[in-house]
């Protein structure tokens, strides 16, 4: 007679017992699927012809998500769970704690079977990733982190990478024009997205140079608009919105020409659709320095509504000369975060309240008084990731808590802050997350959060690391 296991989590209620291949098995009839929760006739246990071992793995999982590796690989236990109902639970238990900037470390690396060097990240918010790499290749890693499709586009070299639900990957390449829809778990070719004018020759072959989507999770609806960045030969260039259900262009934003830095293709966008604007900027770096813009486009109409340059400009910063190196936008808290490349200072601009010059400035540690030159930018969870030359560091806001002890408590990503709440300096802590042994890998190349999880590149080092907070984090030792 088989030993009886207990319930794999759920709400009280009706005890079901499951006889699998022989091996009895007692859970909650809540916490399992339709076929499986409905009363049997018979006082005998529900039989079910499938391995027991892996709903033992399962079961096991769920109750102690950081006790012990698993049994088997993730891929099958999470395909098996789909057929007790379980895959949820097993999913979050398998998943990393809540990221927290101050407590994470690197916690494994990814590196594709061939040409592991990437190209483009593209995380979901699931914690899943898709990786572009070596000669247009796209490789798909689950919510547990398992390989579980490998296969190869028409293009030489993927630039840019988003992914769209449920199986869908939006990608571009600055060597080929287009903007092109795969199917990432059957490697199939769905569509592709060109930029052109018949009135106007100069619009052709036009290459994609960033690309914004929103998955359901983040978006205001299911049918948050795809934005990419055509750039053509003659440096004529725009935002195309694309509807993500019949990928069809529906609008350009902020068309321009000419080389002129003030002009050039933007190099990130984000989209706000909360405000209802488009985030874009573009920066540059050479023998003379960095030198870029920012522009905030309302979406409806297609109008700036703010921008700035830097050096000079409208809008201008205060730190004359000490332009910034990279910029992202913070779509919960609503600011915008950029790295001054001279000082490497941190500076936030509240969206509700931009003006000439709306920065507050933040300076580094120790540390980080190397500079900016060559740092990266990614806002993530209501944190602020910023690559140095000697590390890797984050920002977090802090909140006062109300209570006596009058301590500041690291502001988590679900928290809103008060509309009438300004930005100051002094909310903000810093910190350097990564040992001197992980600097000297090499500089960070690429830098994407996805759900609980930073995916992180470095310059010629194969494969993509993969930082996450942990399961430790907070823990008082008794030795």
């Given at each position: 007679?088989?030993?009886?296991?207990?319930?794999?989590?759920?709400?009280?209620?009706?005890?079901?017992?499951?006889?699998?291949?022989?091996?009895?098995?007692?859970?909650?009839?809540?916490?399992?699927?339709?076929?499986?929760?409905?009363?049997?006739?018979?006082?005998?246990?529900?039989?079910?012809?499938?391995?027991?071992?892996?709903?033992?793995?399962?079961?096991?999982?769920?109750?102690?998500?950081?006790?012990?590796?698993?049994?088997?690989?993730?891929?099958?236990?999470?395909?098996?769970?789909?057929?007790?109902?379980?895959?949820?639970?097993?999913?979050?238990?398998?998943?990393?704690?809540?990221?927290?900037?101050?407590?994470?470390?690197?916690?494994?690396?990814?590196?594709?079977?061939?040409?592991?060097?990437?190209?483009?990240?593209?995380?979901?918010?699931?914690?899943?990733?898709?990786?572009?790499?070596?000669?247009?290749?796209?490789?798909?890693?689950?919510?547990?982190?398992?390989?579980?499709?490998?296969?190869?586009?028409?293009?030489?070299?993927?630039?840019?990478?988003?992914?769209?639900?449920?199986?869908?990957?939006?990608?571009?390449?600055?060597?080929?024009?287009?903007?092109?829809?795969?199917?990432?778990?059957?490697?199939?070719?769905?569509?592709?997205?060109?930029?052109?004018?018949?009135?106007?020759?100069?619009?052709?072959?036009?290459?994609?140079?960033?690309?914004?989507?929103?998955?359901?999770?983040?978006?205001?609806?299911?049918?948050?608009?795809?934005?990419?960045?055509?750039?053509?030969?003659?440096?004529?260039?725009?935002?195309?919105?694309?509807?993500?259900?019949?990928?069809?262009?529906?609008?350009?934003?902020?068309?321009?020409?000419?080389?002129?830095?003030?002009?050039?293709?933007?190099?990130?966008?984000?989209?706000?659709?909360?405000?209802?604007?488009?985030?874009?900027?573009?920066?540059?770096?050479?023998?003379?320095?960095?030198?870029?813009?920012?522009?905030?486009?309302?979406?409806?109409?297609?109008?700036?509504?703010?921008?700035?340059?830097?050096?000079?400009?409208?809008?201008?910063?205060?730190?004359?000369?000490?332009?910034?190196?990279?910029?992202?936008?913070?779509?919960?808290?609503?600011?915008?975060?950029?790295?001054?490349?001279?000082?490497?200072?941190?500076?936030?601009?509240?969206?509700?309240?931009?003006?000439?010059?709306?920065?507050?400035?933040?300076?580094?540690?120790?540390?980080?008084?190397?500079?900016?030159?060559?740092?990266?930018?990614?806002?993530?969870?209501?944190?602020?990731?910023?690559?140095?030359?000697?590390?890797?560091?984050?920002?977090?806001?802090?909140?006062?808590?109300?209570?006596?002890?009058?301590?500041?408590?690291?502001?988590?990503?679900?928290?809103e802050r008060p509309k009438s709440e300004g930005f100051d300096e002094r909310s903000y802590r810093s910190c350097f997350v990564d040992t001197e042994e992980d600097a000297k890998r090499g500089m960070i190349q690429m830098m994407e959060g996805g759900g609980d999880r930073l995916f992180v590149s470095r310059v010629e080092i194969q494969g993509v690391e993969v930082w996450e907070t942990s399961h430790l984090a907070g823990a008082i030792s008794l030795s």
């Amino acid at each position: 007679m088989g030993t009886v296991d207990g319930g794999g989590g759920g709400k009280s209620g009706t005890v079901k017992q499951l006889n699998v291949g022989g091996k009895l098995f007692s859970l909650e009839a809540s916490s399992l699927s339709l076929s499986l929760s409905l009363d049997s006739p018979s006082p005998t246990p529900t039989f079910v012809d499938r391995d027991p071992a892996l709903l033992s793995a399962i079961l096991a999982a769920i109750r102690a998500p950081s006790s012990a590796a698993l049994a088997f690989p993730a891929r099958v236990l999470l395909n098996e769970a789909h057929f007790y109902g379980l895959h949820a639970q097993l999913l979050a238990a398998l998943s990393p704690p809540p990221l927290r900037g101050f407590s994470v470390s690197l916690a494994s690396t990814l590196s594709p079977a061939s040409e592991p060097y990437p190209t483009a990240l593209a995380p979901h918010h699931d914690g899943s990733l898709c990786l572009s790499h070596g000669i247009g290749q796209v490789t798909y890693y689950s919510p547990a982190l398992d390989h579980l499709a490998t296969f190869r586009t028409h293009l030489h070299r993927i630039t840019s990478l988003r992914q769209l639900p449920p199986s869908l990957v939006v990608l571009g390449s600055a060597s080929a024009p287009g903007l092109h829809v795969y199917d990432f778990l059957e490697g199939r070719h769905v569509a592709s997205v060109q930029w052109w004018d018949p009135t106007d020759t100069r619009v052709s072959k036009a290459k994609v140079i960033a690309i914004a989507a929103l998955p359901p999770a983040d978006a205001a609806d299911n049918n948050s608009p795809i934005l990419a960045t055509f750039e053509s030969p003659h440096r004529e260039n725009c935002i195309v919105v694309v509807d993500p259900v019949t990928l069809k262009p529906t609008q350009e934003i902020g068309r321009q020409s000419g080389s002129a830095a003030k002009s050039s293709t933007p190099g990130r966008v984000v989209h706000l659709p909360a405000l209802g604007l488009v985030f874009a900027s573009f920066v540059s770096s050479g023998a003379f320095g960095y030198s870029g813009y920012m522009r905030l486009w309302d979406i409806r109409s297609g109008n700036v509504v703010w921008e700035t340059s830097e050096p000079g400009g409208a809008g201008r910063s205060s730190r004359f000369g000490d332009p910034f190196a990279d910029a992202d936008v913070d779509v919960k808290q609503q600011a915008i975060y950029k790295v001054c490349s001279k000082s490497g200072d941190v500076a936030v601009a509240d969206l509700r309240s931009l003006g000439n010059d709306p920065w507050v400035y933040m300076s580094s540690g120790p540390r980080g008084s190397g500079g900016g030159y060559g740092s990266l930018l990614h806002c993530h969870q209501s944190q602020v990731f910023v690559s140095r030359k000697d590390g890797l560091e984050v920002w977090s806001r802090l909140e006062e808590q109300r209570h006596n002890t009058g301590d500041l408590a690291e502001q988590s990503g679900t928290n809103e802050r008060p509309k009438s709440e300004g930005f100051d300096e002094r909310s903000y802590r810093s910190c350097f997350v990564d040992t001197e042994e992980d600097a000297k890998r090499g500089m960070i190349q690429m830098m994407e959060g996805g759900g609980d999880r930073l995916f992180v590149s470095r310059v010629e080092i194969q494969g993509v690391e993969v930082w996450e907070t942990s399961h430790l984090a907070g823990a008082i030792s008794l030795s």
